[in-house]
């Protein structure tokens, strides 16, 4: 199975961007990117998803590598209720579509 | 819209009993799938249900079962409860089944202590 590497965790400061890595150099060219978070004591929350191309939503921006072994979820302007585990998923193109979790990146936002 | 919405919150049992969990999808979406999520484990895939039809299933003993019924609530068992079986579970939804190309919506979850 084609995994997903984050930091553990990062920090940032509210209302300043935030860019969260992921580094997928195994992932297939079916293979899209998603990404969840979690806030505490919640379940999951989709973030975003994409393919090949850079994505953005209301939510934020997902920045795909040319190669697709890399991508970059980016948060504009940080607030505190976006401190939560970000989950970089690789949903198999060719799989039933459950979603693979990692331990996540858990971001702090610091007033 | 509400969303997915599971009960009970909270739960106690003992090691032994069995637990029956439950799962109301968003109104209109037909796929259920349940997580179970450990400190130790992280988030876990266990099933996933479509048309009251189990579709998918994860690498769980066979102690963990489910169900779908035809208004596309689910439910999860889990018989013989033990101690390491305390953890949050959780249920997503989808409109159709989960696709790579389209995102699951999660309930809170339902909380397992298992004494």
């Known amino acids: 199975d084609a995994k997903t590497t984050q930091p553990n965790s990062m920090e940032s400061n509210e209302e300043e961007p935030v860019h969260l890595p992921c580094n997928h150099s195994t992932i297939s060219g079916t293979d899209y990117i998603h990404w969840y978070r979690q806030l505490p004591s919640q379940g999951p929350e989709y973030v975003i998803h994409?393919?090949?191309s850079n994505v953005n939503n209301r939510m934020a921006s997902l920045a795909i590598a040319e190669d697709r072994k890399s991508s970059t979820l980016i948060l504009h302007r940080a607030t505190l209720r976006d401190a939560a585990v970000y989950y970089c998923i690789l949903n198999y193109g060719g799989s039933q579509g459950n979603l693979i979790f990692g331990k996540g990146t858990k971001l702090s936002v610091k007033p | 819209k509400a969303g997915v919405t599971q009960t009970p919150r909270y739960l106690i049992k003992t090691r032994g009993q069995q637990v029956t969990l439950s799962c109301s999808p968003i109104s209109g979406h037909r796929s259920v799938s349940w997580y179970q999520q450990t400190p130790g484990q992280g988030l876990q895939f266990l099933f996933e249900?479509?048309?009251?039809?189990?579709?998918n299933k994860g690498n769980f003993p066979g102690r963990f079962s489910g169900r779908q019924f035809s208004n596309s609530r689910s439910e999860m068992n889990v018989s013989t409860l033990e101690l390491g079986d305390s953890a949050l579970y959780l249920c997503?939804?989808?409109?159709?089944?989960?696709?790579?190309?389209?995102?699951?919506?999660f309930g809170p979850g339902t909380r397992l202590t298992v004494l």
């Open positions: 997503a939804s989808s409109l159709y089944r989960p696709t790579p190309g389209n995102e699951q919506f």
């Open positions: 249900y479509f048309s009251e039809t189990q579709r």
């Open positions: 994409g393919l090949t």
